[in-house]
């Protein structure tokens, strides 16, 4: 079956230090995979995508996301964790529904960064 | 997220009353879709649509419907609301030509809370 999973419902991290959220897919061919972040009282913000090229994807906010084929991840990072940070993250992926492709997401993962 | 505007943004009504949600957008985007988010369960598709003459099920469609008025507009209807039916909708829009392949990047509306009581 074509999934995305996000293992982790909330991640806790000091500022200044690095943070991951975690993201592992299964679809058939090639993934297209998505971070959205939603701040409080927000809609969903498109963060990162990845396609095609080089596995490792530099996004907005100083994010970036590395995608693993073999591991069939697609974990979310930054160097250095500010409390602004602190928000609702989803990975999304393409899943094939009949003839075509519509995006299914995960569960989200709260990041909280502590002062 | 301007670009996609969706109103009522909070509403509370009565188990068994029909509630219309809309969703306008100016991104000239074809492909529209209304999502439900539930603590815990992330985002849910209800209903998309790739154009006007095109309405697809989405993984919980029972208890909605929807119209897809013109390529900007796309609103999402509850006959007979029931209290399961409380959480936050989602619009969202993208555009699958962008570039030769269309990467379905979603652009959301800010959301309406939805309470049934």
């Known amino acids: 079956a074509q999934s995305v999973a996000q293992p982790e419902d909330q991640v806790n991290v000091a500022e200044g230090n690095p943070l991951t959220v975690k993201c592992t897919y299964s679809v058939s061919g090639n993934p297209y995979l998505f971070w959205y972040v939603q701040y409080p009282n927000r809609g969903l913000q498109f963060l990162l995508k990845?396609?095609?090229?080089?596995?490792l994807v530099k996004g907005s906010y100083g994010f970036e996301a590395e995608f693993n084929k073999s591991q069939t991840s697609f974990h979310l990072k930054k160097p250095s964790a500010l409390v602004s940070d602190s928000a609702l993250y989803f990975c999304a992926v393409r899943i094939r529904s009949g003839g075509s492709y519509i995006p299914t997401f995960g569960r989200g993962t709260s990041l909280i960064v502590h002062p | 997220d301007a670009d996609v505007t969706q109103t009522p943004r909070n509403r509370i009504t009565k188990t068994g009353k029909r509630i219309m949600l809309e969703c306008s957008q100016t991104k000239g985007h074809d492909r529209m879709y209304w999502y439900r988010q539930d603590p815990g369960l992330g985002l849910r598709l209800i209903y998309y649509s790739f154009d006007v003459k095109d309405i697809n099920k989405g993984e919980i469609s029972d208890g909605y419907s929807v119209s897809r008025q013109a390529q900007a507009k796309f609103s999402l209807s509850l006959e007979s609301a029931i209290p399961n039916q409380t959480a936050l909708y989602f619009c969202?829009?993208?555009?699958?030509?962008?570039?030769?392949?269309?990467?379905?990047?979603?652009?959301f509306g800010p959301g309406t809370r939805l309470t049934v009581l």
């Open positions: 969202a829009t993208s555009d699958a030509s962008a570039g030769r392949v269309g990467t379905d990047t979603q652009y």
């Open positions: 990845y396609i095609t090229g080089d596995n």
